[in-house]
């Protein structure tokens, strides 16, 4: 059971760019999130989805796209990477969108450079 | 306001000993569950431990147990016999229950445990 897969592990941009960050559940769950992690901020919700077709912003989606087109994949988009978003990147799914002990399950991470 | 509060960006304990790791939270929501994840030097986020609001028991998961004061709004988490694998950086994380499903995230305690 291979959980929640990010790709890539590590990227280094350059600024203006764009680029996508894979993720992939073999869990069959509604809900998948994106979060970035900078140092002494936690991790912040940048995107999320409670199901194939719908997606929302979270506290800070500026400069990222999303789509959930499949129940197993929900893709980051970076449209014109800036040093700003030099970060750790972590996709997070799980059961329903309710709050119920159902924990977030967490990718590898993607650590990103933009330079 | 921050609706997750970990006021200690880092903590010493002594092997074998134990430990407790502070978490307040806000919220007007009568159904919510809190969570705690350890991130360890390699990156991974990983789930301990969860509370629901509606749980009469503290939550226990081996060495770990959860010390639930709704009135207070407080969700401690406490580690019993540190060990040197216990090291790592630990987020109180909580979900609401209008959230559909979002992690609020504390900005974590970096704990380091000396032998």
């Known amino acids: 059971n291979a959980g929640v897969t990010q790709t890539p592990k590590f990227q280094v941009l350059k600024t203006g760019q764009s680029m996508t960050l894979q993720c992939a559940q073999d869990m069959n769950h509604e809900y998948m999130s994106w979060y970035r992690q900078d140092p002494g901020m936690g991790l912040r919700l940048i995107h999320y989805?409670?199901?194939?077709?719908?997606?929302d912003q979270g506290e800070v989606p500026n400069g990222y796209n999303v789509s959930r087109s499949t129940t197993e994949d929900f893709p980051l988009r970076l449209l014109s990477a800036a040093p700003s978003q030099t970060s750790v990147y972590f996709c997070?799914?799980?059961?329903?969108?309710?709050?119920?002990?159902?924990?977030?399950?967490f990718g590898q991470g993607t650590r990103l450079t933009v330079v | 306001a921050q609706k997750i509060t970990q006021t200690q960006p880092g903590m010493f304990v002594q092997e074998k000993e134990a430990v407790t790791l502070d978490c307040t939270y806000d919220?007007?929501?009568?159904?919510?569950?809190l969570f705690w994840y350890k991130q360890p030097s390699s990156g991974e986020m990983i789930f301990l431990i969860y509370?629901?609001?509606?749980?009469?028991q503290n939550a226990t998961e081996g060495r770990y147990s959860l010390n639930f004061q709704k009135a207070r709004k407080s969700a401690n988490l406490v580690i019993s016999a540190s060990q040197l694998g216990d090291s790592a950086m630990y987020f109180c994380a909580m979900r609401e229950g209008g959230s559909q499903g979002n992690l609020i995230f504390g900005k974590g305690t970096k704990l380091s445990v000396k032998p």
């Open positions: 919220t007007s929501d009568q159904s919510y569950g």
């Open positions: 989805s409670v199901g194939a077709g719908i997606t």
């Open positions: 509370q629901g609001s509606y749980d009469e």
């Open positions: 997070a799914s799980s059961y329903s969108g309710q709050a119920g002990g159902t924990e977030a399950f």
